[in-house]
């Protein structure tokens, strides 16, 4: 099945500096990469994907890169904030049509 | 759109007694997904269905869990017995199929 690897396991930036959150997969077959944000006491929640047809994705500070030869994607948070601050979620989405494979994890602390 | 709705929201049982967790997914959504989530082993993926039906059960760690999904707007997920070691936050999704996954705001578990 798929496994997919996130780093890393945790992340500390200054506000207004960038944050990069790098994730391998093993499954080839794979085709979509969401990413998620967790916030203590709630779900995660999507912030951004991409496909696999498609090499970059932005949607204000937040960008999602995908690299299908070395089977990696990174998220990159620009201009980070302290309300950035949550745990931050890769996954992708292989041959078991419809299950996601989830990373460890991020947490992601940005100081004012 | 209320999204994914889920309940209880913290539950405190003891060993032994049966836990039903409950789940409304978004309307219009016909995929749903129960995830568990602990320190240990991070977000797992349960089991999951499509127009009701079960796709993947391969994620239920024993007998003891059971899910069913009797229409498109409802489903539980059942521990029957349960152990400490079943105390975790447990997640419900919705999406369409091989779409977007949303969740809920977790049910948080603890077993005595």
Redesign the interface.
Known sequence: GENVEQHPSTLSVQEGDSAVIKCTYSDSASNYFPWYKQELGKGPQLIIDIRSNVGEKKDQRIAVTLNKTAKHFSLHITETQPEDSAVYFCAARGTSYGKLTFGQGTILTVHP | DAG?IQSPRHEVTEMGQEVTLRCKPISGHN?L?WYRQTMMR??E?LI?F?NNVP??DSGMPEDRFSAKMPNASFSTLKIQPSEPRDSAVY?C?SGE??E???????TRLLVL
């Open positions: 994914v995929s997904f991070g977000l993926l999951y499509n796709i993947d997640f999704a199929w091989m977007t996954q949303y969740f809920g705001p977790g």
